[in-house]
């Protein structure tokens, strides 16, 4: 098992056998990467996988990304803490052909799929997984979004309720009775 976070060259990798690989980033390595991510800390994070020849030139990457991830509600700014397990997959293709500037193409069926490069890079899929993986909108239990009604003074505000098309029917209604 290599615990790496360098990539690897992608000419180097054996073409007989899978490369197993395990990443478990130290507390620095987490901050570092949860200030990039916009969280406020990454308390726990492993990737483990392999890299494996896949046909007569490409690579697959498997894997399993578990993190727990604490970032600001959206609503209160109270901490919420994000049991984040997933699987990650990637195809790199040897023979993979960029569609032509301006030519109107279909988004490939396999967005696992990307070109063979140089180098195959886990700590940078692990990075890209995880960012992919957070909540955009994490919400502390019970947190909800208050309306902000604005207007000029001594006039009626416009919320949601009185916006509706029927309602001065139904205030009209109100007021018969």
């Known amino acids: 098992m290599t615990d790496t976070q360098r ?4 000419a180097d990798l054996a073409r007989r056998a899978a ?3 395990r990443i478990e980033p130290d507390a620095e390595a987490r901050a570092a990467l949860a200030s990039r991510l916009g969280a406020s800390a990454i ?6 996988g392999e890299i494996r020849p896949e046909g007569k030139g490409d690579w ?12 600001p509600c959206v609503a209160t700014l109270a901490p919420v803490t994000t049991r984040i397990d997933e699987t990650v997959e990637r195809r790199y293709l040897a023979h993979w052909s960029e569609p032509e500037p301006g030519s109107e193409t279909k988004m490939p069926g396999d967005e696992t799929a990307e070109p063979l490069g140089g180098e195959i890079d886990p ?6 997984a995880l960012a992919l993986a957070l909540p955009e909108y994490p919400r502390a239990e019970g947190a909800e979004l208050g309306a902000a009604v604005f207007t000029e003074p001594g006039a009626e505000p416009l ?3 009185t916006a509706r098309p029927f309602a001065a029917l139904g205030k009209l209604k109100k007021d018969e009775s």
Request: proline residues 6%; charged residues 35%; glycine residues 2%.
């Open 60 to 71: 697959r990457l498997e894997a399993k990304l578990g993190a727990t991830v604490v970032q």
């Open 159 to 161: 919320t949601d309720e």
């Open 19 to 21: 490369l197993p690989f």
């Open 123 to 128: 700590a940078a899929v692990m990075e890209e």
């Open 43 to 48: 308390r726990k994070l492993r990737f483990e």
């Open 7 to 10: 990539p690897f060259r992608s």
